[in-house]
């Protein structure tokens, strides 16, 4: 399976920090893409690295792939608490199908 | 926000009972997704459409079927609903002119509680 690993399963920090999250992935992938989910809301996708590229901007969001060691990491700078949500990574290979990680819960205190 | 629409967003049923869940899309995108949420194993997909009447399986399939009879409807239906199947269940759509870097638009969920 080339599911997604999320680390850590859970974070907490306080507002003003930088929350930093990571994904392990098991096979080659395509792409691999972020999302985030409010309690009782989907998936909101926040940003898509190709295996070709190593790093990637958008906004307070800085996302990292690394291809040789299947893993990628998100951070989020300078939080604020409407970040408190799960994260989750998704990993596409040689399909339309996204696989997706267990998925990390910030908590971001005011 | 993609405009999708899963209605309804909650139901309470009894095990053995058909249900039938539905997912409309606005943005005649031509690939269509039905996961499962729970506690422990994050997003799995059940079934998902490349296209009226073309879909597949997913990773947990079993006692799920679907059908596309037109672009913007998606239909995930319980033929025998089953406790295990208590769970929210998202739909999501995505475009197929980007091929495989393809963002998915989720829905709200359906929460589906059987009892």
């Known amino acids: 399976s080339q599911q997604g690993e999320e680390d850590p399963q859970a974070l907490s920090i306080q507002e003003g920090e930088n929350a930093t999250m990571n994904c392990s992935y098991k096979t080659s992938i395509n792409n691999l893409q972020w999302y985030r989910q409010n309690s009782g809301r989907g998936l909101v996708h926040l940003i898509l690295?190709?295996?070709?590229?190593r790093e990637k901007h958008s906004g307070r969001l800085r996302v990292t792939l690394d291809t040789s060691k299947k893993s990628s990491s998100l951070l989020i700078t300078a939080s604020r608490a409407a970040d408190t949500a799960s994260y989750f990574c998704s990993t596409q290979g040689g399909s339309e199908k996204l696989v997706f990680g267990k998925g990390t819960k910030l908590t971001v205190n005011p | 926000d993609a405009g999708i629409t899963q209605s309804p967003r909650h139901k309470v049923t009894e095990t053995g009972t058909p249900v039938t869940l539905r997912c409309h899309q606005t943005e005649n995108h031509r690939y269509m997704y039905w996961y499962r949420q729970d506690p422990g194993h994050g997003l799995r997909l059940i079934h998902y459409?490349?296209?009226?009447?073309?879909?597949d399986k997913g990773e947990v399939s079993d006692g799920y079927s679907v059908s596309r009879s037109k672009t913007e409807d998606f239909l995930l239906t319980l033929e025998s609903a089953t406790s295990s199947q208590t769970s929210v269940y998202f739909c999501?759509?995505?475009?197929?002119?980007?091929?495989?870097?393809?963002?998915?638009?989720f829905g709200d969920g359906t929460r589906l509680s059987i009892l």
């Open positions: 690295i190709r295996s070709n590229e």
């Open positions: 999501a759509i995505s475009e197929a002119s980007m091929g495989h870097n393809q963002p998915q638009h």
């Open positions: 459409s490349y296209g009226v009447k073309d879909t």
